[in-house]
């Protein structure tokens, strides 16, 4: 099995910033894509970045310009470096993997358990 822990949330002023960062860990075949995606109190968990194995990336509209998704893919880590924080920001924050599962012989959508970050004075 294979899992996520995400590390890095808190309490941040407005026009702050933080870094969030997971790791997959267990018996892992292969990752083809690492992405965040957040869910705000009453609202439907939405995408904030992804990125795939060779490098590209994609963000969603409201957080282009702020934040910066990274990966390490011998280490199946992924980074997200959060600037200009604003009080929209405030959500749960979960990692999410592609990863093939050799026993079911597919790729599967892993998440993590979620990391709070609250934008607030």
């Known amino acids: 099995q294979v899992q996520l822990v995400e590390s890095g949330g808190g309490l941040v002023q407005p026009g702050g910033s933080l870094r969030l960062s997971c790791a997959a860990s267990?018996?892992?075949?292969?990752?083809?894509?690492m992405g965040w995606y957040r869910q705000a109190p009453g609202k439907e968990r939405e995408l904030v970045a992804t990125?795939?194995?060779?490098?590209?990336?994609n963000y969603a509209d409201s957080v282009k310009g702020r934040f910066t998704i990274s990966s390490d893919n011998a280490k199946n880590t992924v980074s997200l470096q959060m600037n200009n924080l604003k009080p929209e920001d405030t959500a749960v924050y979960y990692c999410?993997?592609?990863?093939?599962?050799?026993?079911?012989?597919?790729?599967?959508?892993?998440w993590g358990q979620g990391t709070l970050v609250t934008v607030s004075l």
């Open positions: 990125i795939i194995s060779g490098g590209s990336t």
């Open positions: 999410n993997a592609n990863s093939y599962d050799r026993g079911q012989r597919r790729y599967l959508q892993l």
């Open positions: 267990g018996t892992i075949s292969r990752i083809n894509a």
